[in-house]
């Protein structure tokens, strides 16, 4: 049955498969019981598609958690509510045995890191026939030719030979394909699929996101999806119910609730949404001085095998690769996962050894000593994306933003406790939080804690790494804001790395696109991300999904050619690609399908 | 919409009293570190204290001490824990082998740490060659029979108290060496790590305000376990004649020598085993405390 049917303009009644009713969890904390989800209520109906959409904390792992029967023992407990299946089957008060016999064969659920999902020492193979003779699917001779025709179901490619592989010998898409595959062994109504595209490289994500159309379009299967990305939702979704902490905040089909979200928080949740297209304008850049010069850059990791432990071969991490950047500038560098893009962050800072050369200012930092290259980063330091990870747990955050001038030997004494209180309010804290942890903060604050520190040397280049990826899109907003603000008034150069071509149209100036190491083209944002002349360039904003359901996105762009490795042999490298200026300040590598720009 | 807010409301004022006093605080508050304080400060006590608190002379051998057969008198009114094979009295003993084991337990363990420790952060930390060698060192170390090269080193040098404790430092602190060396490996890849080196702090500067503080818990943990083997090791060497020599009592040859007649005179085992293992059970309950009181995560929570 296709989603169609169900419109509510059509005359059945859609049938739900799966209802739930005043859904309340508590969870047992060392301060008492607290309530994570409060009286939620919805019908999963047949065929359709709803999407819980949510920010960090809303509820929504929770309730798919609830449903599976997989609620953290002992600490959460259903207080009230049921959850039951359209032949009246109750399963908020299921035993674990009863829950075995309930999931994959009637409800099954895919996650978000494929990779911790299968187990690391069992062939995919094994693992598909383990299911299906786990709950009686097929006998153990037939077991392999299933296994053969669930991959073959999910599109995978060389399925034989994938059969005989383990997990970490796949790709991310891949392995989400296979954990797929495993979800639907069994023929389950419904599918929760928390996540599932979240860890994934965006073209990928796009195809992943196909995959559980069609197979929802063949096998009529009901789908939960749990997500954040209001583009996936748009995208995906029939319905949607928007979460906010434990609670229900609106549930509309999907086309009313972009068009017209009832509620405020609603309302604000889109409207922070980042849109591919509607790039504010940037002020100009002082392009007289370049305070970044990137010259060559290559970054070579050694591969060691053999007998002897000898070098044989490199992996080519980053390739040749040459930028500037100017005083009030923003260059974004995007591309997919190990393409390079935080190699090069971190070459720039001298953390990584490097071929080339890097001036900052002026100053050299490849193959300098340690004394000079602390004095060249006075003037660049980094901001990462899991604020959490970067800051210390044990020191308070006070002592943390002071440190880079401790560092320095710069300030002591009050004029050290001067200059963090005013780095505080700069980035819009206040100076009585100084002396508090960082697990006393959110996560937009933390990001703040470490913008603040990067800050305390008045550096004149700051290199984002991915710096608001892990963050909910109104948190986003806000930290894109201050980055901007923090621009105007300093004069700061970014290097703003990133996948998020949405939020790379909100920040960038100029945009270049990198992969395996080298970079195929850059520009400027509108002729880069309007224009793009290089084919993979091209596939990757195709797959980029629209935050907007009566817009349908075209269906991604086919790969062009193989997908290559960055891993070559002592003495050989990459084929280094020839930029041409196909207009002023764009160059694109030359490609056979390259088109030139208007 | 504004969705940053902190999820912690403003702390106490007493969140701001001198961090010795408030650690001293976290663990009275808990029963278990505190039973483990006062354990710990009544031995320390017992042991500078020893020769004005025994009731008799340690080394002497009373006539009264024994029965008419001749066997150790079991505990009673006279000999609160009763008396050894020479008609000793046990708790005297017990109480002067305070001493010794303290002092071994304590230094050799705490050597042991420090030296661990050391290793496996700067092995850890720099990696490459360095660790090549250190870790080579260590597994040396490992592979050597511990007993026998106490022996060695206890025979080529004189045995006195700070010999013992030096020799039982050299078996003791590879196990600690190769705990810390894989938590800093780890600890080093850290992206918070990443941001000091990216600002330019030194070597020294991230191993000590950064990465150690995040190995206390290890360090505390198996540094406290390391106690009860330290004071067995000490015995064993006793009895191998290589130790605290006789008739200067520790806890560790108290039980050597009365093994044998462990069915026949229990008491001669079972008083020294249970001191060793409360000193011990003390300083792990302490560690536990100390190791939550230094982590700003669970501050209030207890």
């Known amino acids: ?598 | 919409m504004n969705t940053e807010t902190t999820n912690v409301p403003d702390q106490p004022a007493t969140a701001k009293r001198h961090p010795a006093k408030a650690v001293l605080l976290a663990i009275l508050k808990r029963p278990q570190s505190a039973f483990g304080l006062i354990v710990i400060v009544a031995m320390v006590l017992a042991a500078v204290l020893a020769p004005w608190i025994v009731p008799y002379d340690p080394n002497d051998q009373m006539f009264d001490g024994l029965s008419l057969e001749g066997a150790p008198l079991p505990p009673s009114a006279k000999f609160w824990l009763g008396t050894d094979l020479l008609g000793r009295d046990l708790f005297s003993r017990l109480v002067l082998g305070t001493q010794t084991s303290l002092i071994i337990g304590v230094l050799a363990n705490g050597i042991a740490v420090v030296l661990g420790a050391t290793v496996g952060i700067v092995a850890g930390y720099f990696g490459g060659v360095v660790a090549a060698v250190l870790m080579r060192i260590t597994d040396l170390m490992m592979a050597f029979p511990a007993l026998l090269l106490a022996i060695v080193l206890a025979a080529i040098f004189k045995p006195s108290l700070l010999i013992v404790a030096l020799v039982i430092a050299m078996v003791n602190w590879v196990q600690m060496a190769r705990v810390v060396y894989t938590e800093t490996r780890s600890m080093a890849q850290r992206d918070f790590i990443e941001v000091q080196r990216a600002m330019g702090a030194s070597a020294p500067r991230i191993l000590i305000r950064h990465i150690l503080p995040h190995l206390i818990y290890s360090i505390i943990v198996f540094g406290t376990l390391g106690i009860s083997t330290t004071v067995l090791l000490e015995a064993t060497l006793s009895y191998l004649g290589v130790g605290v020599q006789p008739p200067t009592p520790s806890w560790g040859n108290i039980i050597f020598e009365n093994q044998t007649y462990f069915a026949n005179a229990p008491w001669l085992v079972f008083f020294p085993g249970l001191a060793i293992v409360l000193l011990a059970l003390s300083f792990n309950l302490l560690g536990d405390a100390l190791r939550d009181a230094l982590d700003p995560k669970l501050k209030g929570r207890h």
């Not at chain 1, 505080?424 to 100084?434: C, I, K």
Request: hydrophobic share 40%.
């Open chain 1, 1 to 598: 049955m296709s989603p169609a049917e169900n419109n509510p303009g059509r005359g059945d009644a859609p049938r739900p498969v799966l209802s739930v009713r005043g859904l309340t969890i508590q969870v047992a904390t060392p301060n008492g019981a607290k309530t994570v989800l409060e009286d939620i209520s919805f019908d999963l109906n047949q065929g359709e598609t709803l999407c819980l959409a949510g920010e960090s904390g809303s509820g929504k792992s929770m309730t798919a958690l609830a449903i599976m029967g997989l609620l953290p023992q002992p600490m959460a407990r259903i207080t009230a509510g049921s959850i039951s299946l359209a032949d009246g089957t109750e399963l908020s008060s299921r035993t674990e045995a009863e829950f075995r016999k309930i999931r994959a064969r009637r409800i099954s659920m895919i996650f978000q890191e494929p990779m911790t999902s299968l187990n690391p020492v069992m062939t995919i193979g094994s693992q598909l026939a383990e299911v299906l003779l786990e709950h009686d699917m097929c006998s153990a001779a037939e077991a392999p030719a299933k296994a053969l025709a669930l991959l073959k179901d999910v599109r995978i490619t060389d399925a034989e030979k994938r059969l005989r592989q383990y997990p970490h010998e796949l790709s991310g898409g891949m392995r989400q394909r296979v954990m797929i595959a495993i979800a639907l062994a069994c023929d389950p109504q419904i599918l929760i699929a928390d996540e599932p595209t979240t860890a994934l490289d965006v073209t990928v994500q796009a195809e992943v996101l196909e995959l559980i159309r069609a197979l929802q379009r063949e096998h009529g299967t009901t789908v939960l999806m749990i997500t954040h990305d209001m583009g996936v939702v748009a995208e995906m979704a029939d319905r949607v119910l928007v979460m906010r902490s434990g609670k229900q905040e609106e549930a509309a089909p999907v086309k009313e609730l972009f068009a017209t979200p009832r509620t405020d928080y609603a309302r604000a949740l889109l409207a922070a949404v980042p849109r591919l297209g509607d790039s504010p304008a940037r002020p100009d850049p002082d392009r007289r001085h370049d305070i970044l010069d990137v010259e060559g850059l290559s970054v070579r990791f050694p591969m060691r095998s053999g007998l002897l432990n000898r070098v044989t071969a490199n992996v080519h991490a980053v390739e040749n690769v040459s930028f500037k950047i100017a005083p009030g500038e923003t260059l974004a560098l995007v591309g997919e996962s190990g393409c390079g893009k935080s190699t090069i962050g971190k070459a720039l800072l001298g953390l990584v050894p490097s071929d080339g050369s890097i001036r900052v200012d002026g100053d050299q930092v490849v193959g300098v000593g340690q004394a000079a290259l602390k004095q060249v980063r006075r003037n660049i330091q980094m901001v990462f994306q899991d604020p959490g990870a970067s800051l210390d747990s044990r020191m308070t955050v006070g002592a943390q933003v002071a440190e880079p001038l401790q560092v320095h030997g710069i300030a002591t004494g009050s004029e050290l406790r001067d200059r963090v209180e005013w780095l505080f309010r700069r980035v819009g804290l206040t100076p009585d939080q100084m002396d508090r942890y960082p697990h006393e903060f959110s996560g937009g604050q933390r990001q703040r804690i470490c913008i603040a520190r990067a800050l305390a040397l008045r550096p004149k280049v700051i290199v984002a790494d991915e710096s608001v990826s892990a963050l909910d899109v109104s948190v986003q907003a806000q930290v894109l804001e201050l980055l901007r603000e923090l621009q105007e008034e300093e004069k700061l150069a970014y290097l703003f790395i990133s996948h998020d071509m949405a939020v790379i149209d909100q920040v960038a100036d100029r945009v270049a696109v990198m992969n395996l190491g080298q970079m195929l083209e850059t520009g400027s944002r509108e002729q880069v991300l309007r224009n793009p002349a290089h084919p993979y360039t091209r596939r990757l904003l195709s797959a980029v999904p629209i935050p907007d359901p009566t817009r349908k996105r075209p269906p991604v762009l086919p790969r062009a050619g193989e997908v290559g490795t960055p891993v070559f042999k002592k003495g050989q490298g990459p084929e280094p690609f020839a930029l041409n200026e196909i207009a002023p300040g764009h160059w694109v590598a030359a490609h056979p399908d390259t088109e030139q720009a208007a």
